[in-house]
Structures are given as C-alpha cells and as structure tokens.
C-alpha cells in the first residue's frame, strides 16, 4: 500500500453539484406559486415570484465558498481548534432559547438577512469531535469510563438542547449517526445494543410521558390502520407523487404545489419533484444519492489512519441518514420530523454546511492509500 497526493474525487464533486443546481430549479418551480401570491396579498415581505430563488442562489454561492474553502484547509492544522469549535456550537445551542422564536420553535438564530440553525454546526462539530478523540492512540471503546466521561456526557447535553428546541429530526440523524460512528470506532455489539435499547426507553418515555410531539406520533399509528385517516402533509405528499405517475406533469406544471401541499419547497420538495418530474425524477435524485454516498463509503475505506476514516465515515453518514429520514417522511413510512432535503431543500444553514461537509469529503480524498503491487 502506499499514499499519495491525489487529485480530488472529481465524481462526488459532479454529483453533490447535480443536486445542488436540480435543488435550485425546483426550489423555484415549487415556490414560485407561493411567493406569487405572497406578493399579491402582503406585498412587502416577498418582492416577486422568485424570491426564493434569489435567497437561494445567494445560498448557493455561499455554499460552494464554503465547499471549496473546506477542500483547501489543513485538516491536521485544524484537528487542534476542534474542542473550541465544540464548545462554541454548544453555546450557540443554547443562545437560540434566549432569542425571539421563529414558527413557534427556537431552532433557528437570525442574523438580519442570514438564518443560522446551530444544530447543523453541532452536528457536524460532533462528528468532528469524536472522529479526533476516538482515533487517540491506546483509546478504546472497550473502557466503559469513556462512556461516562467525555462521551455520554456531551452527545446527551447537546441531544437533549436539540429536544428543548424541539427538532426531532435533528436528533434522529444525530443519534443514528453517533451510533453508527462508535460502531465503526470499535464499540462492542452489546454497548450498541444498550445505546439502542436506551435510546428506544427514552423516545418512550419524552413521547408517551413528557407528551413531546405525541399528537404527531399517535396520528401516524393511527394512519397506519386507516390511511383516511393520514396527517395532511402526508396525504398531499401521496397525493403529488401520485399525480406525477411515471413521466411527471412536466417542470412548472405541478397542481399540489399551490397550497395543497405543505412546504413544497423544503420539507416536502421530494414531493415536488415526484409530482412534476415523475417516478423517472425521483430514481434520479435517488441515484444521485446513492452514487454520492457509494464515492464517500470509498474515500472513508481509502484513509491512511483512523482519525480520516472516521471523520470521512461520519460526514457521509450524516448526510445519508439525513436524506433517508427526510424521504421516509414523504412517503409516510415515519412521522413528519421538519427535516429538510440535503442539497435540494431551500434554505441557508443545511446547504452551506452540508456542502462544507463534502468539502471536507474532498480534501480527504486527495490523500488516500492505494493497494499497489
């Protein structure tokens, strides 16, 4: 084996790119209709039908600095910094409940014409975090103190300001993720068995007890046994994908968009896509996903040392479980979570540090260990 600088993994960069301009267009195509009517009826917060196009282009030029800014940096110069960066995304997780809340949730800080949302810095920080300190020479999961301190400690503080936000699908893909992550760092089957079996306790016991988001939990039960009976996001999501069939009723045509379906421009865009661009659209999106994916599990394989394989292995596992919980969400499989669509969802914060992610993706694979003979 041996290791070399390398040129970038041009194909991962193709395919987050794909996404990204397909993600602008169909932000503009599913919004259009409601920035439209906003105009007509409010007249100053919206200033036309392409007002979140404008918002988003402006987003997307920002993500690409930060996708290329990321590609750049040392990695091993910043591994330093990562306990500051840490302890500042835990600050900003609990300055959002000191700030005005936004739709009801204290999810997001705004910063004038920027909104910021701490706990996608928080999670990518995490995984940061814990790619640097469980690739510490003679640390081993097998030490249960470690457990106690520092891990438990800080994925359950930050877990928990998440719920106080509330955003549940922050902390499904947080959760997924780290497990999956201390798994890969050398967990024994049965420490991830007591992490799950814990974690399904408490989701128990915050729903069922606390009351969080049960109204939500117990209507998906219920659609389970009588589909009539379907939360009205998931009814109009259906019903949009359904209405596309196969061929799609073309770009810019779709009829659910135009306040029948619920957020069609970010929780929902899937749905969008499915109804304008049909079955072919969404086998598209899906294999731009899996293809983005595929190419991440291949740098984290290729890394020369644990530190880069489990930070390579946390960055795509975050976008990949954040992506699987949003489409399940669509096509009803689990409850509606408020989890956006990485890379095709409008909005700042996910797309900027979802494409600083793969910008980290980037960098590692410049220097991957080849097998040679």
Not at 38 to 45: E, H, I, M, R, T
Not at 195 to 206: C, H, K, R, W
Request: with cysteine; glycine share 10%; charged share 15%.
């Amino acid at each position: 084996m041996k290791s070399k600088e390398q040129n970038i993994d041009y194909t991962l960069f193709l395919i987050i790119s794909g996404l990204i301009l397909l993600g602008s267009v169909m932000v503009y195509s599913s919004s259009s209709a409601i920035a439209q009517d906003a105009v007509n009826q409010l007249g100053k917060k919206f200033s036309s039908h392409a007002f979140f196009l404008k918002r988003q282009v402006v987003w997307l030029v920002l993500a690409y600095v930060a996708m290329f800014t990321a590609m750049r940096i040392n990695i091993e110069k910043v591994r330093r910094f990562i306990p500051i960066g840490l302890g500042i995304s835990f600050v900003l997780l609990m300055v959002v409940f000191i700030t005005p809340s936004i739709r009801g949730t204290h999810r997001w800080l705004s910063l004038g014409i920027v909104t910021l949302q701490p706990s996608e810095i928080f999670k990518y920080m995490l995984i940061f975090y814990l790619a640097h300190s469980l690739s510490q020479k003679g640390r081993t999961l097998d030490n249960l103190k470690l457990y106690r301190w520092p891990y438990g400690p800080i994925i359950l503080s930050g877990i928990a300001l998440i719920i106080l936000e509330p955003d549940l699908g922050s902390v499904l893909v947080l959760g997924t993720t780290v497990i999956i992550l201390l798994y890969l760092a050398g967990a024994r089957l049965s420490h991830i068995a007591y992490s799950i079996g814990g974690s399904a306790v408490a989701v128990y016991l915050l729903v069922f007890v606390g009351g969080y988001n049960k109204s939500r939990v117990l209507a998906f039960f219920t659609w389970l046994t009588d589909p009539m009976q379907a939360p009205h996001q998931v009814k109009q999501s259906i019903l949009s994908m359904a209405n596309g069939g196969i061929m799609g009723t073309g770009l810019g045509d779709g009829i659910l968009k135009q306040f029948f379906l619920p957020e069609p421009h970010t929780d929902f865009i899937f749905a969008s896509i499915g109804e304008e661009l049909g079955l072919w659209g969404l086998l598209l999106i899906l294999g731009l996903f899996f293809g983005a994916i595929w190419r991440g599990m291949r740098i984290a394989i290729e890394q020369k040392d644990k530190f880069r394989f489990l930070l390579a292995s946390g960055l795509i596992l975050c976008l990949a479980v954040n992506a699987c919980i949003n489409i399940a969400v669509v096509l009803g499989l689990i409850p509606t979570t408020g989890l956006t669509l990485p890379f095709l969802s409008y909005g700042g914060s996910s797309l900027i540090v979802s494409a600083a992610s793969v910008g980290l993706l980037l960098n590692l694979s410049r220097q991957r260990v080849r097998m040679t003979r």
